[in-house]
């Protein structure tokens, strides 16, 4: 166990619709990282947060946003959701945002588009 | 861009012997930081071992080890003595270590089966 909570753990919805993915930090720790894994992409990094603040964008669409909360959890917004968002979505944590902090990986939502 | 590449899409070992693993990288910049993470049938991204490119000692960790070859930006990990509970998908994953933007950049993985 990581220590880095997601919820939910599976979803399942249709095109079109807007999801919202969730996760907790470990304790102590400011900087969420935001991952997609696909069958299409591999794994890939879509956004960082830290301390609230967005630090650094990947590849994430248009149609997907993300914040970190007062309490340092972060949410992943994905609207308009095509087939090809079919994937699983991890969130990460570290202390800080030096590159030798290690990031420890939540145990991912599965999200599926119907 | 960074780009990191697994140039074999499965293997197979067979207990108690020793694999590797295979990844190279592409990258302009002479301080970063390498690794390695195993993915089992949970998904749970578990970080197997880490290089930092500074440091020409190859990291080790227990059964597992690293060949970092920072001239020819080859990075391989070899199992020894595998189990059945290293059966998982590997990914060799790419970290700058200037500025303050740490994201990982991941390979294609390796999906490693044990067999008896």
């Known amino acids: 166990d990581s220590g880095v909570t997601q919820t939910p753990k599976h979803l399942i919805t249709a095109t079109g619709q807007r999801v919202t993915l969730r996760c907790s930090p470990r304790s102590g720790d400011l900087s969420v990282y935001w991952y997609q894994q696909s069958l299409d992409q591999g794994l890939q990094f879509l956004i960082q947060y830290y301390n609230g603040e967005e630090r650094a964008k990947g590849n994430i669409l248009e149609r997907f946003s993300a914040q970190q909360f007062p309490d340092l959890h972060s949410e992943l917004n994905l609207s308009s959701l095509e087939l090809g968002d079919s994937a699983l979505y991890f969130c990460?944590?570290?202390?800080?945002?030096?590159?030798?902090?290690?990031?420890?990986f939540g145990p991912g939502t599965r999200l599926t588009v119907l | 861009a960074q780009t990191v590449t697994q140039s074999q899409p499965e293997m197979s070992v067979q207990e108690a012997e020793t694999v590797t693993l295979s990844c190279t990288y592409d990258?302009?910049?002479?301080?970063?930081?390498l690794f390695w993470y195993k993915q089992p049938p949970s998904r749970q991204m578990i970080l197997v071992i880490r290089?930092?490119?500074?440091?020409?000692q190859n990291a080790t960790e227990n059964r597992f080890s690293v060949n970092f070859q920072k001239a020819a930006k080859s990075f391989s990990l070899k199992i020894s003595d595998s189990q059945l509970g290293d059966a998982a998908m590997y990914f060799c994953a790419y970290r700058s270590a200037s500025g303050t933007a740490s994201k990982l950049t991941f390979g294609t993985g390796t999906r490693l089966q044990v067999t008896l």
């Open positions: 290089q930092e490119a500074y440091k020409q």
């Open positions: 990460a944590s570290s202390v800080g945002v030096s590159s030798y902090n290690e990031q420890f």
């Open positions: 990258t302009s910049e002479s301080d970063y930081y």
